[in-house]
């Protein structure tokens, strides 16, 4: 059974940067792209960012240049690195397979919230 634990988040002054981290349990995450994907209060959940096996990765394009994604196979951990944090980044973090696919019934993690305020 897959189960996917993010942490992280917190609340963070504008400008200010966050690392989240998403253990990922029940399979190895090697063989899988990933993604963390983003919900905003009354909005629906969006895609972040996404990573390949080898690191190959890719950006929605309100985070280009502020946010990187990246993995460590061996520990199955995927990693936001979020910097220069704008208000409009605030919004609950969850990982998952990337392209929308889950594991499981649409399983998601409880996510990690990020608030971004002065």
């Known amino acids: 059974q897959v189960h996917l634990v993010e942490s992280g988040g917190g609340l963070v002054r504008p400008g200010g940067s966050l690392r989240l981290s998403c253990v990922v349990s029940g399979v190895a995450i090697v063989f899988y792209d990933m993604a963390w994907y983003r919900q905003a209060p009354g909005k629906q959940r969006e895609w972040v960012a996404g990573?390949?096996?080898?690191?190959?990765?890719n950006y929605a394009d309100s985070v280009k240049g502020r946010i990187t994604i990246s993995r460590d196979n061996a520990e199955n951990t995927v990693y936001l690195q979020m910097n220069s944090l704008k208000p409009e980044d605030a919004a609950v973090y969850y990982c998952?397979?990337?392209?929308?696919?889950?594991?499981?019934?649409?399983?998601w993690g409880q996510g990690t919230r990020v608030t971004v305020s002065s």
């Open positions: 990573i390949g096996p080898a690191g190959r990765t």
């Open positions: 998952n397979r990337d392209h929308g696919l889950t594991w499981s019934s649409g399983y």
